[in-house]
């Protein structure tokens, strides 16, 4: 359990207690729960949308929902989406300068600009789904369901990052992605193919960019996956699922 806590305590804001993280098996082992950790803030978040649409109407209610979205995870992912926005276009393809910039703790324009397109897409798609409840749990899900496998395939570059010290059993960790994948069974079946296939060109086209650049990945590219991810399933959902109801 220590493990499920520290991976809670990291990817959320939900409280646990402050000493699991000093627990080093704990740490290695706590991606393992990444996507179990995802399906609780799915879960959440589908609860909250459903007790509000009664209530309110659909741009308000999409605007609330990104709000507790963000909130509950602290816009951990935002930030990194952000440092990635900067550092790969300030970097101009030189490892060195790229995670460089990434450790600046300012915004430059263009992280600005990738925050405000991430946030408007999220908002536009949570108020035009035409069934909200699965997708949005599905977004939550895939988006920490990604890390897992990105932290088993990518190496991680840095020596004191945050995602450092995450050493995942390989076994255990692709399992545990392969059956992650049990919950497209709840979507249209033309819907969950195109999920699938969506989700693995995104981590392929992650990966790809990340080995060429930096030879690995940061804790700052994995927050940008979790961002795209997230993003590229509403989207997905949003534009298919009419044609696959």
């Not at 741009?59 to 951990?76: E, F, I, R, Y």
């Not at 949570?126 to 977004?139: D, E, H, K, N, T």
Request: net charge positive; proline share 7%; charged share 10%.
């Amino acid at each position: 359990m220590k493990a499920f806590a520290v991976a809670l305590g990291f990817l959320s804001r939900i409280p646990v207690p402050v000493s699991v993280f000093a627990d080093s098996q704990a740490r290695q082992r706590s991606p393992l729960y990444y996507p179990l950790v995802g399906a609780l803030l799915g879960a959440l978040l589908m609860l909250l949308n459903a007790l509000l649409a009664d209530w309110l109407p659909n741009l308000l209610l999409a605007a609330l929902t990104l709000l507790a979205w963000v909130w509950l995870s602290g816009g951990l992912h935002l930030d990194g989406l952000a440092d990635s926005a900067d550092a790969w276009v300030g970097g101009i393809g030189d490892r060195k300068k790229t995670l460089a910039i990434m450790k600046d703790p300012a915004s430059g324009p263009m992280g600005v600009i990738a925050l405000l397109l991430v946030l408007l897409l999220k908002f536009a798609a949570l108020a035009s789904l035409p069934q909200v409840a699965p997708a949005l749990f599905f977004a939550v899900f895939a988006g920490r369901l990604v890390l897992l496998p990105a932290l088993l395939a990518t190496p991680y570059v840095r020596a004191n990052g945050l995602g450092s010290g995450l050493a995942p059993t390989p076994r255990a960790g692709w399992l545990i992605t392969v059956l992650g994948l049990a919950p497209l069974a709840w979507l249209p079946v033309w819907l969950a193919l195109a999920l699938l296939l969506g989700l693995l060109l995104v981590f392929w086209r992650w990966r790809s960019a990340c080995m060429q650049r930096l030879g690995g990945c940061t804790g700052d590219t994995l927050g940008a996956l979790v961002e795209i991810t997230e993003t590229g399933v509403l989207l997905l959902c949003t534009i298919a699922w009419p044609y696959c109801a």
